[in-house]
């Protein structure tokens, strides 16, 4: 196997989302590299590592995990992501490029294809199947083209506050609870601000409200 450019201090790695039994196997394996360093198993430690490289996070519930990935690649930039999930349908793995994954693994891989996997995105490289990249490419060039053909989305101050709580992995019914409004009312609002901005679903809504890319209120 190829190994990076050896860094000038350990690569820290976090393995969030994972089974104890499945962090301890995570662990032996980037342990058996010298340039790796486990500092983060759970999001709450992750999201206060200013300095972390890379995130392996594997999809429990995937809107939930994708959320918080958003949250987590909106606090730094630089972090490259690996996900491993089960199956290989090409519409989960795009959700998760468009979550900002840089790679893809099924549940069944060996320690060898993590590694290989792990050094290929921190080289600046995208580990998935060529099927799932070329249709994820040919979507992001058609997605560009239409957001350039519409202004700035605007938003009320009741649909900012929707927002808000999306970007928090909030589900429909904390929303409601944290706004004092009805279930059914947090999932108008979401599906208008879907119709809003363009997209398909509330992971890709709540990246782009996670990136911070727009956000002016109507008057």
Same mark, same amino acid.
């Not at 430690?45 to 999809?59: G, H, Q």
């Given at each position: 196997?190829?190994?990076?450019?050896?860094?000038?201090?350990?690569?820290?790695?976090?393995?969030?989302?994972?089974?104890?039994?499945?962090?301890?196997?995570?662990?032996?394996?980037?342990?058996?590299?010298?340039?790796?360093?486990? +500092?983060?198993?759970?999001?709450?430690?992750?999201?206060?590592?200013?300095?972390?490289?890379?995130?392996?996070?594997?999809?429990?519930?995937?809107?939930?995990?994708?959320?918080?990935?958003?949250?987590?690649?909106? !606090?730094?930039?630089?972090?490259?992501?690996?996900?491993?999930?089960?199956?290989?349908?090409?519409?989960?793995?795009?959700?998760?490029?468009?979550?900002?994954?840089?790679?893809?693994?099924?549940?069944?891989?060996?320690?060898?294809?993590?590694?290989?996997?792990?050094?290929?995105?921190?080289?600046?490289?995208?580990?998935?199947?060529? !099927?799932? /990249?070329?249709?994820?490419?040919?979507?992001?060039?058609?997605?560009?083209?239409?957001?350039?053909?519409?202004?700035?989305?605007?938003?009320?101050?009741?649909?900012?506050?929707?927002?808000?709580? /999306?970007?928090?992995?909030?589900?429909?019914?904390?929303?409601?609870?944290?706004?004092?409004?009805?279930?059914?009312?947090?999932?108008?609002?979401?599906?208008?601000?879907? !119709?809003? +901005?363009?997209?398909?679903?509330?992971?890709?809504?709540?990246?782009?409200?996670?990136?911070?890319?727009?956000?002016?209120?109507?008057?």
């Amino acid at each position: 196997m190829e190994t990076i450019t050896r860094p000038t201090r350990p690569l820290r790695v976090g393995l969030l989302d994972f089974e104890p039994i499945r962090i301890a196997g995570l662990r032996e394996i980037f342990a058996s590299q010298p340039d790796f360093k486990v +500092v983060a198993t759970e999001w709450a430690v992750a999201f206060k590592e200013t300095a972390l490289d890379l995130a392996v996070v594997v999809l429990r519930d995937q809107t939930f995990s994708l959320a918080l990935l958003a949250r987590l690649r909106a !606090r730094n930039q630089g972090l490259k992501v690996l996900v491993i999930g089960s199956g290989s349908e090409p519409e989960r793995i795009m959700d998760a490029l468009s979550a900002g994954a840089k790679g893809w693994l099924e549940e069944t891989v060996s320690p060898l294809q993590v590694m290989q996997a792990a050094c290929a995105v921190l080289d600046g490289s995208i580990w998935v199947p060529r !099927r799932v /990249l070329s249709t994820f490419v040919d979507r992001t060039l058609d997605g560009a083209a239409a957001r350039r053909r519409r202004h700035s989305p605007r938003f009320t101050e009741r649909e900012e506050e929707v927002l808000q709580q /999306l970007v928090l992995a909030r589900s429909n019914r904390e929303i409601a609870q944290a706004l004092s409004i009805r279930e059914q009312t947090v999932k108008s609002y979401v599906a208008r601000l879907m !119709r809003k +901005v363009g997209v398909g679903n509330r992971i890709a809504l709540s990246v782009q409200a996670a990136s911070g890319a727009w956000g002016e209120k109507d008057s």
